[in-house]
């Protein structure tokens, strides 16, 4: 079993619409949590971040974490065309950062004007 | 002024061939990284590199070797290359964990290497 499953869509929703995007994952230890974005032919950059469990907003997104359930959530309030992309749900066990990271495989969004 | 950037931006070459890939990050950061992101577009970690460390994902194999001249920039040597070797090759950065370890694991990433073997 993979470590982090992530749908990879595409999900496709019309303008305006509220986006879930979901990850489970097997590994227990994880603590830190984070959501990437990536635009096409460009590297990921960081749009969330999380540690444990609970809820964290920053304007139109909102990550959610559910450790019990190895659960993860963003949710992309008031879509837009420039949301359009692939997001990575990315995790670690470790602060230091020196395990890497491990990413789900990407869901690719949509949204349609 | 790019925090993480990378050399060259595309590479073509034939199966058998060595060469390398630059990174270079103007953030100040400790720990550096390089990933492959296959086809498939899954983005998958190789190494970690700090002054102290080298983190060396096994499923790696021993032809690909970072080094590091300097604090500022890690490279990515491929030896013998292969038709499976094609991807795209991310280097990252993140700032030490002594530092916050909020901080620790944001990591920047560069724009990436699309590299080609024939």
């Known amino acids: 079993q993979k470590e982090v499953e992530q749908d990879p869509g595409p999900l496709s929703v019309p303008e305006g619409a509220i986006v879930s995007l979901n990850c489970t994952y097997s590994?227990?230890?994880?603590?830190?949590f984070m959501w990437y974005r990536q635009y096409s032919r460009k590297g990921p950059e960081l749009l969330m971040y999380?540690?444990?469990?609970g809820n964290k907003e920053d304007g139109r997104f909102t990550a959610q974490v559910d450790k019990s359930s190895k659960y993860i959530s963003l949710f992309i309030r008031d879509s837009q065309p420039s949301d359009s992309a692939t997001y990575l749900c990315?995790?670690?066990?470790?602060?230091?950062?020196?395990?890497?990271?491990?990413f789900g495989k990407g869901t690719h969004l949509i949204i349609q004007p | 002024d790019t925090a993480v950037s990378q050399t060259p931006k595309y590479l073509v070459t034939q199966m058998g061939n060595d060469k390398s890939i630059k990174c270079e990050q103007n953030?100040?950061?400790?720990?550096m990284y390089w990933y492959k992101q296959d086809s498939k577009k899954f983005l998958k970690i190789m190494f970690s590199?700090?002054?102290?460390?080298?983190?060396i994902n096994e499923t790696v194999p021993n032809r690909f070797s970072p080094k590091s001249p300097d604090k500022a920039h890690l490279n990515l040597h491929i030896n013998s290359l292969e038709l499976g070797d094609s991807a795209v090759y991310f280097c990252?950065?993140?700032?030490?964990?002594?530092?916050?370890?909020?901080?620790?694991?944001?990591?920047?990433f560069g724009p990436g290497t699309r590299l080609t073997v024939l």
């Open positions: 990252a950065s993140s700032q030490d964990a002594g530092a916050s370890m909020a901080m620790a694991d944001t990591q920047y």
């Open positions: 590994n227990s230890a994880f603590q830190y």
């Open positions: 999380t540690y444990s469990s």
């Open positions: 990315a995790m670690s066990e470790s602060g230091g950062g020196a395990d890497g990271l491990t």
């Open positions: 953030l100040g950061h400790d720990t």
């Open positions: 590199y700090n002054n102290k460390e080298l983190i």
